[in-house]
């Protein structure tokens, strides 16, 4: 292999994922490394002097160009948008930021900010990349990406979802979820779920799911009543490492029809976030090696 190609290898896994925090699209991300190679395969790499700090430009411009068009689209979206799930390396856990960061709670807020600001703050607080090397890479001044940086954190973290358990508890709480779903135990189920626990499901339109979020308790278990119901009977629930966090995969008719991932605050599921939309189902055979 050429220099060239030797780095865009070395580097392949970090722009995924720099480019899948920006989109919330494992799909989209692909699409832009594709571009990002095509881009760099044109360049006098003996001119280049940080390799990674010029692929990571590239990557996060072009991001930016393609989260400014998807912005439009999900405003038509039916429903909740959620991103589309990864199953991820064991070891992406042990990263306990970066796995924050792909988290699917953390990635909803990253939902709030302007494609700029998500490009400013992933690049800053996820990979560390200095304030003059982003601005380079947004079209701004150093001074401007401070502030937009300074903006971005205070918005996420207003937002920012606290949740303070280990592995084990999770596993636990996972798996007293997973029971009472499959025994359809309501007593046991709500016995895991916190009285404001929040339900957000993804159909894009294709699978039945609320076209907004659910509050409450009640309100989230009478959803999940009636969707088991018109779903029919569920072959297996499996335990999968989503976004670098546990989660649960929905078998119906031999495929996964549905993938949890949870929040978890004092011990209960305090937020429930379920991907049901087909087409951000088909990358689940194959685990996804996040790096920063």
């Known amino acids: 292999m050429s220099s060239g190609t030797d780095a865009f290898v070395t580097h392949r896994n970090l722009l995924f994922t720099v480019a899948y925090e920006m989109l919330g699209s494992a799909a989209d991300a692909e699409d832009v490394l594709q571009e990002t190679w095509l881009r760099w395969a044109g360049v006098d790499h003996d001119e280049v002097r940080d390799e990674r700090a010029y692929l990571v430009r590239i990557t996060t411009r072009l991001s930016l160009n393609r989260l400014r068009t998807l912005a439009r689209q999900r405003e038509t979206y039916v429903g909740p948008w959620l991103p589309e799930p990864l199953l991820t390396t064991p070891d992406v856990a042990d990263d306990v930021e970066l796995a924050d960061s792909v988290s699917t709670a953390m990635l909803v807020v990253l939902e709030t900010l302007t494609p700029t600001e998500r490009a400013v703050f992933v690049l800053r607080e996820v990979f560390d990349v200095g304030y003059d090397e982003i601005a380079d890479a947004v079209d701004k001044s150093p001074a401007a990406v401070r502030q937009i940086a300074h903006r971005a954190r ?11 358990v280990s592995s084990r508890q999770r596993e636990a709480i996972l798996d007293r979820f997973a029971w009472a779903v499959e025994h359809g135990d ?10 404001d626990v929040v339900l957000m499901t993804d159909g894009g339109g294709v699978k039945q799911a609320a076209l907004r979020p659910i509050l409450g308790r009640d309100k989230a278990l009478r959803f999940l009543e009636g969707a088991a119901t018109k779903g029919g009977p569920i072959d297996a629930v499996h335990r999968t490492m989503v976004n670098g ?48």
């Open 154 to 164: 205070n918005h996420v973290e207003a937002r920012q979802p606290r949740e303070q």
């Open 245 to 292: 966090r546990p989660g649960l995969a929905f078998v119906i008719d031999g495929a996964v029809d549905t993938l949890l991932t949870v929040l978890i605050e004092d011990g209960l599921v305090a937020g429930m976030y379920a991907v049901r939309n087909p087409a951000k189902l088909t990358r689940l055979d194959e685990a996804v090696t996040l790096t920063r």
């Open 186 to 195: 309501i007593q046991a189920l709500m016995d895991v779920l916190a009285p």
